[in-house]
């Protein structure tokens, strides 16, 4: 299938299809005229290269990944596992910590300060339904 096509069916754009590809996520055959021919199979490889990305992983490591993820919902497979990979997984595990840690704050910031007006909220109503009494 030509690009439109892939981009279509995976929920993405042609550009986002480039870029995986200019990255390395991706590696579409080509026709005799040039164009980029994709098989059903990177259907599968897009939608977990999104998983990826939206789980906050970097490009970069998302590289590193796939191949030890052979295809959506397989186990994964560790051959080629180096020391390297270990680190850098540890290390965007600590990161992905550290911000869910941050989103967490806020959100219950958020609750606090969502609380503090409805009560405030609800006493003026009360306030006002006695004056009007």
Do not use: W
Not at 7 to 14: I, L
Not at 107 to 120: F, G, K, S, V
């Amino acid at each position: 299938m030509r690009i439109g096509e892939a981009a279509r069916r995976s929920g993405t754009t042609p550009r986002l299809l480039r870029y995986y590809e200019q990255q390395g996520l991706i590696v579409p055959g080509r026709s005799e005229n040039g164009y980029r021919e994709y098989d059903e199979s990177v259907l599968g490889r897009i939608a977990q290269i999104r998983d990826l990305l939206t789980a906050g992983l970097p490009t970069r490591l998302i590289k590193q990944i796939l191949p030890c993820i052979p295809t959506p919902h397989s186990g994964i497979r560790f051959s080629g596992l180096t020391a390297e990979m270990v680190a850098l997984l540890e290390a965007e595990q600590a990161r992905l910590t550290t911000r869910i840690d941050c989103l967490t704050r806020n959100r219950d910031a958020i609750a606090d300060y969502l609380t503090a007006l409805r009560e405030t909220n609800r006493q003026q109503e009360q306030a006002q339904s006695a004056q009007s009494a």
